[in-house]
């Protein structure tokens, strides 16, 4: 946890899938690339980062514009820009080197190769520690066909699995379905370690003067404070049918902006919690999560935050 | 590096005496760490040697010393020689800003000012912005999801008389260039358009304002001699900034400043104080000057006033304006250097003339935001470089780009 670490936060150190952390608090993946070090010193309150999803080949993404606010939250369709596999390991793993944090790199892909190569590329490094496996981005085309069909998904995750290595596989499910046990439990057969949720809801917003989708996209994900009561339910819902007899961790997020809305997540079933749209106007917003987090645990007389997990989900 | 025993003083200004004597100028010792470069009918430059850096003044007259800025000791070597730029660096940081003023322009304008702290000074570069959280939400209250980019209107340094910029062609191009100064405050001249410039009008002096800063590339000031600053409405505001930074370096700069009515003009005001006392009524003779007065007074070459309406100025684009006075010949073609800020269609406009006379142009872009450092390529623009196109970042790659790199079209 970087800096600010002391014996006294061992009340929050955390594991996800194996993965040993100094906060249960993860900061999601397309937020903050290693710069955000640089804006905030030791990253306090950080236990792990999720890279920004990488792809086998560059991809160019969307047409602008690619973000929005809304009354609560923001909507964006950014299409997963990057350089490719090849060129992020060779110009950005390098700076995440300096964080001195655990390192899980986020990736997604058209085809099972495509999953199978940027997997088998990032595992291999000793910077990252496990993979999520995004298949469930909404901006992009067959985003979302992995993860919400199950058979496909199992399939995927059981052959991405098998080039991991031996490290943690985390698979990243899409809101977007009519029930996302089903999924999860399609996730967990195929050999997830972790399953993290949720991705961005489907959104759009319209420009009433011009009548005209304002996203460059036109639709786009939803994320912020709006989409989390949300992921408490899906969180809730996944820990109960499947995530909590199976005994696999989950990665809650969805629009965390505060103290009681990580310990919300962790109360349904989360092991840990992801904090993304609220970096963006806070950047050091875990720091504040994590002291609330504690206090809230002290003042129960808890020694460590994993008594909590899923305490309400009755 | 270390300070400096009074030996070493010694020895740094018998290099400064050298170099001035070098330069023409008499050089006289007013004390042991202190020396001046007189000259009739030049400004009288004055030293003084403090630990870390050179304080460097101007005088005017005998009586009167300005500061102008510091020269840090390890740029010493530099003056005989031609060196990089002095401020090169970039330190994005992420703290409050305490608010020194808020002030309303005219309806739907304003002008924040915000104080920088001493220490660790601040490096700004003119076309920078900052990202800042314009809401200031009660204990428990839903703070805006995202800040919002401004860029800087203008950068005031401490004790400096900017009068003093219309007389840069006196000082040696070599110390001109290698000097810090440390700024003081930053401000920002924005226009009332949505949630978040709605809310930051609600700030009050003395509150803080959670900045982000500084962001992105400034204008890379060449070697040109001539500078033509385009404006397109709020697009003045960063315009002003490195007018200031240009006069500095002793470049003529000639201002072409339109905007859709005499209103939308106030972004080209520059003095960084402006109080409702002061407040100019846009569209009236009063205003008009005040404008043209104040670049006038750093020594700008020419100011153009032109707007759609014909409300003030010139009626027209300010692209058609500058079309016609390049036509004609009126400007200077050699050593030329355009620098553009303002609405898309006026960018692209200006990027097409400039290409039809070969000049070198750089624009300011402009997009929707939302981490500010590079991170969530959420404000990307689509540039064409030799590898083919490539969607690049408007907050860390830009927001400063070339002209020629720019497709325009979406």
């Avoid at chain 1, 929005?68 to 990057?82: F, H, M, P, S, W």
């Avoid at chain 2, 032109?306 to 390049?326: I, M, P």
């Avoid at chain 2, 450092?373 to 907050?395: D, L, P, Q």
Wanted: include cysteine.
């Amino acid at each position: 946890m970087g800096a600010m670490s002391t014996a006294a936060d061992n009340i929050l150190a955390s594991q996800l899938a194996g993965i040993r952390l100094a906060s249960p608090l993860v900061v999601a993946s397309g937020i903050f690339g290693p710069d955000y070090a640089e804006l905030v010193p030791g990253l306090p309150g950080v236990g792990a980062v999720i890279t920004k999803t990488i792809t086998r080949e560059p991809r160019s993404g969307n047409k602008e514009p690619r973000v929005v606010e809304t009354r609560a939250g923001i909507l964006n369709a950014i299409g997963l820009q990057n350089p490719g596999v090849h060129t992020f390991i060779a110009r950005e793993i390098p700076k995440y080197r300096r964080l001195d944090i655990p390192v899980i790199a986020s990736i997604a892909g058209n085809t099972i190769e495509d999953y199978r190569t940027c997997a088998t590329l990032l595992a291999s490094l000793d910077e990252v520690r496990g993979i999520e496996l995004n298949v469930s981005c909404p901006n992009v085309k067959n985003g979302v066909m992995f993860g919400s069909d199950a058979c496909m998904l199992e399939e995927l995750v059981g052959i991405v699995k098998g080039c991991m290595g031996g490290k943690p596989l985390i698979v990243k499910l899409t809101p977007n379905v009519t029930d996302i046990a089903v999924p999860a439990r399609a996730a967990i057969d195929g050999g997830a370690n972790a399953i993290s949720l949720i991705n961005t809801l489907h959104g759009m917003a319209i420009d009433v003067k011009t009548q005209r989708p304002i996203l460059g996209n036109r639709v786009g994900g939803y994320s912020g404070i709006g989409v989390h009561p949300v992921a408490v339910y899906l969180v809730h819902r996944c820990y109960t049918a499947v995530c909590r007899e199976r005994f696999i961790p989950i990665l809650g997020l969805g629009g965390v902006a505060t103290a009681e809305d990580a310990l919300e997540l962790l109360l349904a079933g989360a092991t840990c919690v992801g904090v993304g749209t609220a970096l963006f106007r806070t950047p050091n917003v875990c720091a504040t999560i994590a002291a609330g987090i504690a206090t809230y645990l002290r003042d129960r007389c808890e020694e460590s935050v994993t008594a909590i997990i899923g305490k309400a989900a009755v | 590096m270390d300070r400096p025993g009074e030996q070493q003083h010694d020895g740094y200004a018998r290099e400064l005496e050298d170099y001035g004597q070098a330069l023409g100028y008499r050089c006289r010792r007013t004390a042991p760490d202190a020396l001046r470069w007189e000259r009739p009918g030049a400004l009288t430059v004055a030293f003084t040697l403090r630990n870390s850096f050179i304080d460097v003044a101007l005088a005017a007259t005998p009586d009167t010393l300005t500061p102008w800025g510091r020269l840090p000791y390890d740029r010493l070597a530099h003056l005989t020689g031609s060196a990089p730029p002095a401020c090169d660096a970039r330190d994005t940081r992420c703290l409050p800003l305490t608010v020194l003023g808020n002030t309303m322009l005219c309806p739907g304008h304003y002008l924040l000012r915000l104080q920088l702290p001493p220490e660790p000074a601040f490096c700004l570069q003119p076309g920078q912005f900052f990202h800042l959280a314009c809401d200031q939400p009660p204990d428990g209250g839903v703070p805006l999801a995202l800040r919002r980019p401004f860029s800087i209107h203008n950068i005031t340094y401490t004790g400096f008389d900017r009068a003093l910029l219309a007389r840069a062609g006196e000082l040696p191009a070599a110390l001109r260039d290698q000097l810090d100064r440390q700024p003081a405050e930053v401000t920002f001249l924005y226009k009332v358009v949505g949630r978040g410039t709605n809310l930051l009008t609600q700030v009050r002096t003395g509150q803080t304002v959670d900045a982000i800063g500084p962001c992105g590339n400034g204008f890379a000031v060449g070697t040109e001699r001539h500078a033509l600053l385009v404006a397109g409405g709020i697009g003045a505001a960063p315009l002003v900034a490195l007018a200031e930074l240009l006069r500095s370096r002793n470049v003529a700069v000639h201002l072409y400043l339109g905007a859709l009515k005499s209103e939308f003009l106030v972004p080209a005001l520059c003095r960084p104080d402006h109080t409702l006392t002061r407040h100019p009524v846009p569209g009236t003779p009063e205003f008009r000057r005040l404008i043209t007065e104040e670049f006038a007074e750093i020594g700008a070459a020419a100011v153009h006033i032109c707007t759609d309406d014909g409300s003030e100025g010139e009626k027209g684009f300010v692209t058609e304006v500058l079309a016609r006075h390049l036509t004609e010949g009126r400007l200077p073609t050699d050593d030329v250097c355009v620098y553009a800020c303002g609405p898309h269609g006026m960018l692209r406009a200006t990027a097409q003339l400039v290409g039809r006379h070969a000049l070198d142009c750089r624009v300011l872009l402009e997009e929707r935001m939302a981490c500010g450092i590079g991170a969530c390529y959420a404000c990307t623009c689509t540039t064409v470089g030799a590898a083919g196109t490539e969607k690049k970042r408007v907050c860390k790659d830009g927001p400063v780009f070339d002209a020629k790199e720019i497709v325009w079209e979406r």
